[in-house]
Antibody, heavy 119, light 106 residues
Framework: QLHLQESGPGLVKPSETLSLTCTVS??????????WAWIRQSPGKGLEWIGTIYHSGITTYNPSLNNRAAISVDSSKNYMSLRLDSVTAADTSLFYCASLRVGTTHVEVWGPGTVVTVS | DIEMSQSPPSLSASIGDRVTFTCRAGQFIRDSVSWYQQRPGKAPKILIS???KLESGVPSRFSGSGFGTDFTLTISALEPEDLATYFCQQGYLIPWTFGHGTKVEI
Protein backbone atom coordinates (compact mmCIF):
# COMPACT_ATOMS: atom_id res chain seq x y z
CA GLN A 1 0.00 0.00 0.00
CA LEU A 2 1.33 3.38 -0.99
CA HIS A 3 2.37 5.67 1.85
CA LEU A 4 3.60 9.26 1.60
CA GLN A 5 5.38 11.34 4.21
CA GLU A 6 6.26 15.01 3.91
CA SER A 7 9.19 16.60 5.69
CA GLY A 8 10.87 19.97 5.83
CA PRO A 9 11.51 23.03 7.98
CA GLY A 10 8.47 24.30 9.78
CA LEU A 11 9.64 27.89 9.58
CA VAL A 12 10.99 29.85 6.62
CA LYS A 13 11.91 33.53 6.47
CA PRO A 14 10.24 35.87 3.98
CA SER A 15 12.01 36.11 0.58
CA GLU A 16 13.79 32.78 1.17
CA THR A 17 13.19 29.40 -0.50
CA LEU A 18 10.92 26.77 0.97
CA SER A 19 12.10 23.19 0.36
CA LEU A 20 10.03 20.11 1.17
CA THR A 21 10.47 16.43 0.47
CA CYS A 22 7.93 13.65 0.18
CA THR A 23 9.17 10.15 0.89
CA VAL A 24 7.30 7.43 -0.96
CA SER A 25 6.99 3.91 0.40
CA UNK A 26 5.04 0.93 -0.84
CA UNK A 27 5.96 1.47 -4.48
CA UNK A 28 8.62 3.06 -6.64
CA UNK A 29 8.36 6.74 -7.38
CA UNK A 30 9.19 5.70 -10.93
CA UNK A 31 6.13 3.48 -11.08
CA UNK A 32 4.20 3.89 -14.32
CA UNK A 33 1.00 3.50 -12.31
CA UNK A 34 1.22 6.86 -10.55
CA UNK A 35 2.04 10.48 -10.91
CA TRP A 36 2.65 12.95 -8.10
CA ALA A 37 1.48 16.31 -6.88
CA TRP A 38 1.85 18.93 -4.20
CA ILE A 39 -1.22 20.59 -2.73
CA ARG A 40 -1.44 23.16 0.03
CA GLN A 41 -4.18 24.24 2.39
CA SER A 42 -4.59 27.48 4.26
CA PRO A 43 -7.52 29.09 6.07
CA GLY A 44 -7.63 31.91 3.56
CA LYS A 45 -7.23 30.08 0.25
CA GLY A 46 -8.49 26.63 1.15
CA LEU A 47 -7.06 23.74 -0.85
CA GLU A 48 -4.79 24.86 -3.67
CA TRP A 49 -3.11 22.62 -6.20
CA ILE A 50 0.57 23.61 -6.54
CA GLY A 51 1.85 21.35 -9.30
CA THR A 52 2.30 17.89 -10.69
CA ILE A 53 5.15 15.73 -11.97
CA TYR A 54 4.56 12.90 -14.36
CA HIS A 55 6.51 9.68 -14.93
CA SER A 56 8.08 11.30 -17.98
CA GLY A 57 9.47 14.08 -15.82
CA ILE A 58 7.09 16.64 -17.27
CA THR A 59 5.83 19.12 -14.71
CA THR A 60 2.85 21.44 -14.61
CA TYR A 61 2.27 24.23 -12.11
CA ASN A 62 -0.48 26.47 -10.92
CA PRO A 63 -0.02 29.80 -12.75
CA SER A 64 -0.99 31.61 -9.55
CA LEU A 65 2.46 30.78 -8.19
CA ASN A 66 4.12 32.97 -10.84
CA ASN A 67 6.85 30.46 -11.74
CA ARG A 68 8.09 30.22 -8.14
CA ALA A 69 7.51 26.48 -7.77
CA ALA A 70 9.64 23.57 -8.92
CA ILE A 71 8.93 19.86 -8.41
CA SER A 72 11.50 17.14 -8.92
CA VAL A 73 12.00 13.45 -8.22
CA ASP A 74 15.01 11.65 -6.78
CA SER A 75 14.69 8.05 -7.92
CA SER A 76 17.64 6.83 -5.86
CA LYS A 77 15.95 7.96 -2.65
CA ASN A 78 12.39 7.34 -3.79
CA TYR A 79 11.24 10.82 -2.98
CA MET A 80 9.75 13.91 -4.54
CA SER A 81 10.73 17.48 -3.73
CA LEU A 82 9.07 20.84 -3.82
CA ARG A 83 10.92 24.12 -4.01
CA LEU A 84 9.04 27.39 -3.64
CA ASP A 85 11.07 30.55 -4.14
CA SER A 86 10.65 34.05 -2.73
CA VAL A 87 8.11 33.07 -0.11
CA THR A 88 5.89 35.55 1.70
CA ALA A 89 3.51 35.27 4.61
CA ALA A 90 0.81 34.35 2.10
CA ASP A 91 2.64 31.05 1.50
CA THR A 92 2.11 29.94 5.08
CA SER A 93 0.16 26.69 4.66
CA LEU A 94 -0.20 23.03 5.39
CA PHE A 95 1.55 21.29 2.49
CA TYR A 96 0.51 17.86 1.26
CA CYS A 97 2.16 15.53 -1.19
CA ALA A 98 -0.18 13.35 -3.15
CA SER A 99 -0.29 10.49 -5.59
CA LEU A 100 -2.67 10.10 -8.48
CA ARG A 101 -3.20 7.01 -10.55
CA VAL A 102 -2.26 7.49 -14.19
CA GLY A 103 -5.32 8.26 -16.28
CA THR A 104 -7.18 9.92 -13.42
CA THR A 105 -7.23 13.42 -11.98
CA HIS A 106 -8.16 12.74 -8.39
CA VAL A 107 -5.81 12.26 -5.46
CA GLU A 108 -5.78 8.63 -4.45
CA VAL A 109 -3.30 8.90 -1.57
CA TRP A 110 -2.42 11.93 0.55
CA GLY A 111 0.48 12.37 2.91
CA PRO A 112 -0.38 13.55 6.43
CA GLY A 113 0.84 17.05 5.58
CA THR A 114 3.48 19.36 7.01
CA VAL A 115 2.94 22.91 8.25
CA VAL A 116 5.20 25.64 6.94
CA THR A 117 5.08 29.10 8.45
CA VAL A 118 6.70 32.04 6.71
CA SER A 119 7.84 34.54 9.29
CA ASP B 1 -9.34 29.03 -13.35
CA ILE B 2 -12.53 27.07 -12.88
CA GLU B 3 -14.28 28.17 -9.72
CA MET B 4 -15.95 25.46 -7.66
CA SER B 5 -18.74 26.75 -5.43
CA GLN B 6 -19.99 24.57 -2.61
CA SER B 7 -23.14 24.98 -0.60
CA PRO B 8 -24.00 25.17 2.13
CA PRO B 9 -20.75 26.21 3.87
CA SER B 10 -21.85 24.23 6.88
CA LEU B 11 -24.78 22.18 8.08
CA SER B 12 -25.94 20.52 11.24
CA ALA B 13 -27.67 17.17 11.04
CA SER B 14 -28.62 14.23 13.20
CA ILE B 15 -27.45 10.65 13.11
CA GLY B 16 -29.44 8.77 10.50
CA ASP B 17 -30.32 11.88 8.47
CA ARG B 18 -29.98 11.97 4.71
CA VAL B 19 -27.58 14.78 3.84
CA THR B 20 -26.89 16.34 0.46
CA PHE B 21 -24.16 18.79 -0.51
CA THR B 22 -23.88 20.62 -3.77
CA CYS B 23 -20.96 21.77 -5.86
CA ARG B 24 -21.30 24.04 -8.86
CA ALA B 25 -18.54 24.53 -11.42
CA GLY B 26 -17.98 27.88 -13.08
CA GLN B 27 -18.03 26.20 -16.50
CA PHE B 28 -18.78 22.86 -18.12
CA ILE B 29 -16.53 20.15 -16.65
CA ARG B 30 -18.24 16.99 -17.91
CA ASP B 31 -18.05 14.46 -15.04
CA SER B 32 -14.58 15.47 -13.88
CA VAL B 33 -15.47 15.98 -10.24
CA SER B 34 -14.11 14.23 -7.19
CA TRP B 35 -15.31 14.45 -3.60
CA TYR B 36 -13.09 14.25 -0.54
CA GLN B 37 -13.76 13.94 3.16
CA GLN B 38 -11.46 15.71 5.61
CA ARG B 39 -11.85 14.81 9.25
CA PRO B 40 -10.49 17.29 11.83
CA GLY B 41 -6.69 17.28 11.90
CA LYS B 42 -6.39 14.78 9.06
CA ALA B 43 -5.56 14.86 5.38
CA PRO B 44 -8.43 14.64 2.90
CA LYS B 45 -9.58 11.21 1.78
CA ILE B 46 -11.07 10.38 -1.59
CA LEU B 47 -14.73 9.32 -1.55
CA ILE B 48 -16.02 9.70 -5.08
CA SER B 49 -14.32 10.18 -8.45
CA UNK B 50 -15.73 10.89 -11.90
CA UNK B 51 -18.80 12.41 -10.24
CA UNK B 52 -20.34 9.09 -9.21
CA LYS B 53 -17.68 6.38 -8.87
CA LEU B 54 -17.44 5.16 -5.29
CA GLU B 55 -13.80 4.61 -4.39
CA SER B 56 -12.58 1.36 -2.89
CA GLY B 57 -13.30 1.00 0.81
CA VAL B 58 -15.76 3.90 0.97
CA PRO B 59 -19.07 3.01 2.65
CA SER B 60 -22.03 2.63 0.33
CA ARG B 61 -23.99 5.33 2.18
CA PHE B 62 -21.95 7.83 0.15
CA SER B 63 -23.04 8.53 -3.42
CA GLY B 64 -22.38 11.19 -6.02
CA SER B 65 -24.18 12.45 -9.08
CA GLY B 66 -24.15 15.20 -11.64
CA PHE B 67 -22.76 16.20 -15.01
CA GLY B 68 -21.74 19.42 -16.63
CA THR B 69 -21.75 22.08 -13.95
CA ASP B 70 -23.89 20.83 -11.07
CA PHE B 71 -22.90 18.00 -8.77
CA THR B 72 -24.13 16.51 -5.53
CA LEU B 73 -22.73 14.32 -2.79
CA THR B 74 -25.25 12.45 -0.66
CA ILE B 75 -24.87 10.60 2.59
CA SER B 76 -27.91 8.36 2.84
CA ALA B 77 -27.81 7.91 6.62
CA LEU B 78 -25.39 10.05 8.61
CA GLU B 79 -23.01 8.25 10.97
CA PRO B 80 -21.02 9.83 13.84
CA GLU B 81 -17.75 9.31 11.98
CA ASP B 82 -19.06 11.48 9.12
CA LEU B 83 -18.24 14.59 11.14
CA ALA B 84 -15.93 16.24 8.64
CA THR B 85 -15.57 18.83 5.92
CA TYR B 86 -16.37 17.71 2.38
CA PHE B 87 -14.62 19.18 -0.64
CA CYS B 88 -15.23 18.90 -4.36
CA GLN B 89 -12.41 19.14 -6.90
CA GLN B 90 -12.45 19.51 -10.67
CA GLY B 91 -9.91 17.64 -12.77
CA TYR B 92 -11.15 18.91 -16.13
CA LEU B 93 -8.74 21.80 -16.66
CA ILE B 94 -5.41 22.75 -15.16
CA PRO B 95 -5.10 24.30 -12.66
CA TRP B 96 -7.24 21.77 -10.83
CA THR B 97 -9.33 23.61 -8.29
CA PHE B 98 -11.20 22.79 -5.12
CA GLY B 99 -14.35 24.08 -3.52
CA HIS B 100 -14.15 25.70 -0.10
CA GLY B 101 -15.94 22.83 1.52
CA THR B 102 -19.09 21.99 3.45
CA LYS B 103 -18.56 21.36 7.15
CA VAL B 104 -20.87 18.79 8.68
CA GLU B 105 -21.69 19.00 12.36
CA ILE B 106 -23.51 16.25 14.13
Amino acid sequence: QLHLQESGPGLVKPSETLSLTCTVSGDSINSENYYWAWIRQSPGKGLEWIGTIYHSGITTYNPSLNNRAAISVDSSKNYMSLRLDSVTAADTSLFYCASLRVGTTHVEVWGPGTVVTVS
Amino acid sequence: DIEMSQSPPSLSASIGDRVTFTCRAGQFIRDSVSWYQQRPGKAPKILISSASKLESGVPSRFSGSGFGTDFTLTISALEPEDLATYFCQQGYLIPWTFGHGTKVEI
